[in-house]
């Protein structure tokens, strides 16, 4: 059970390790892009590849869901970024119960957004957690889990592929005992626990006043979505990757202030240091690298 690339890297690593997936369970087809073509989620995508069912309930809270998962007899069910709570009746239907691969290190960073959130709040490291599922938001025990260092440049989406490639591989690695009852599990200490809720658009938007590492981090680990923006000249500037450059031998101004525009080099002062504008987009202009358009601002050149 889960919906986006992390989520089928699980499947497709337990398909390739001997386990029979019986069925697939992602969320419905959504529209993507500004035509809003109704895209399928990666797991349907894979799940047809393999010839294994796929089903897309809206809710798992019906009598339809129910039956249908009862259906399959599964004797595991395992879930990663399926993106809904598992309600009780569905929780008790497989003999092994349910595991649940999470992109943190539990009971840190429980919720929707742990990847996203972890680079926001500039973490150095996070994991991937395997834990035995619960009727809570990932409250249930610990059965095993992977530390992964957090490079100061990654990006969601690489980072995404990280966990994926370290936490299937745990997954596959530490089932077996699992099943056999070799593995003890280890309640989560709930004092410890933080929360991540979804990302709201509003998040997006920064102000030069902030540090550059702030703006940095705002910037990958949004730039999937929404999107790190700031207003200039009244127009929305957004900005898709960047650099934390020192802050020495650049012209004195106040936050916003372009300090260098040469060849790649378009970097603006901030609060604290100095950001170095790798991708942006002007509001209705083209996405485009600084080595395209950097000549085109001006040393001393407000960006507020």
Request: aromatic share 4%; hydrophobic share 35%; glycine share 10%.
């Amino acid at each position: 059970m889960g919906t986006p690339d992390f989520a089928s890297v699980c499947m497709d690593s337990l398909v390739n390790n001997g386990y029979n997936v019986v069925l697939a369970v992602c969320q419905p087809d959504k529209p993507v892009g500004r035509k809003h073509i109704l895209t399928p989620p990666p797991v349907k995508v894979l799940a047809g590849e393999m010839g294994i069912e796929c089903y897309q309930p809206d809710t798992l809270k019906t009598e339809e869901a129910f039956g249908k998962i009862s259906s399959v007899k599964p004797d595991l069910i395992v879930t990663a970024a399926y993106g809904k709570i598992l309600p009780q009746n569905i929780l008790d239907i497989p003999a092994y119960g349910c595991l649940n691969c999470h992109g943190s290190l539990l009971p840190a960073r429980r919720g929707s957004a742990p990847v996203q959130r972890a680079i926001l709040e500039g973490d150095t490291v996070t994991g991937v957690t395997i834990m035995k599922m619960d009727a809570g938001m990932d409250t249930g025990d610990i059965l095993d889990r992977v530390e992964v260092p957090i490079d100061p440049d990654i990006h969601t989406d690489g980072l995404m592929a990280e966990l994926a490639d370290k936490g299937s591989k745990l997954l596959v690695a530490m089932l077996d005992d699992y099943l056999a009852g070799k593995i003890t599990p280890t309640p989560q200490d709930s004092s410890k626990a933080t929360v991540c809720p979804p990302i709201r658009p509003e998040e997006g938007h920064f102000e030069w006043t902030e540090s550059a590492l702030s703006i940095h981090n705002r910037i990958r680990a949004l730039s999937s979505w929404p999107g790190a923006s700031t207003i200039s000249g009244g127009k929305k500037l957004k900005i898709y990757d960047s650099s934390v450059v020192p802050d020495e031998g650049y012209v004195e101004g106040p936050a916003g202030t372009v300090v260098a525009a040469h060849k790649s080099d378009l970097i603006v002062r901030c609060g604290e240091g100095c950001l170095k504008i790798n991708t942006l987009q002007a509001e209705g202009g083209k996405r485009l690298n600084a080595s395209d358009c950097a000549h085109n601002y001006k040393v001393g050149q407000s960006l507020n």
